[in-house]
């Protein structure tokens, strides 16, 4: 089984998460832990945040995923509609995880 760690500018993230769409997303990514025998997770070629791509109706969970540590950071949770004008520099300012949101 997986662990699950947080960027802390996901917090950020949930709070702009509509209410109803909440307990979805929040079921998802329990279900990571038991990753990779998941459905709705694509594997993202040249994506400048993340490696892999979760799927939670309307909304995009953005995660890498250490092997060896058997851990997955979750990196953004984003609208699917704004997916695509993520910023590169997002990226850099990526560096701190943790265990909580």
């Known amino acids: 089984m997986f662990e699950i760690f947080y960027a802390k500018s996901v ?3 949930v709070r702009q998460i509509d209410k109803t769409a909440a307990p979805a997303i929040k079921e998802r990514i329990e279900g990571l832990k038991s990753f990779p025998d998941i459905s709705n997770i694509k594997k993202l070629s040249a994506h400048p945040l993340a490696d892999f791509r979760l799927r ?24 699917k509609n704004n997916l695509t004008f993520l910023s590169i520099r997002y990226c850099l300012a990526l560096s701190v995880y943790s265990s909580e949101i």
Do not use: P, T
């Open 11 to 13: 917090s950020k993230d």
């Open 56 to 79: 939670a109706g309307e909304y995009r969970i953005l995660f890498d995923v250490d092997w060896q540590e058997k851990k997955i950071f979750i990196l953004k949770i984003i609208y």
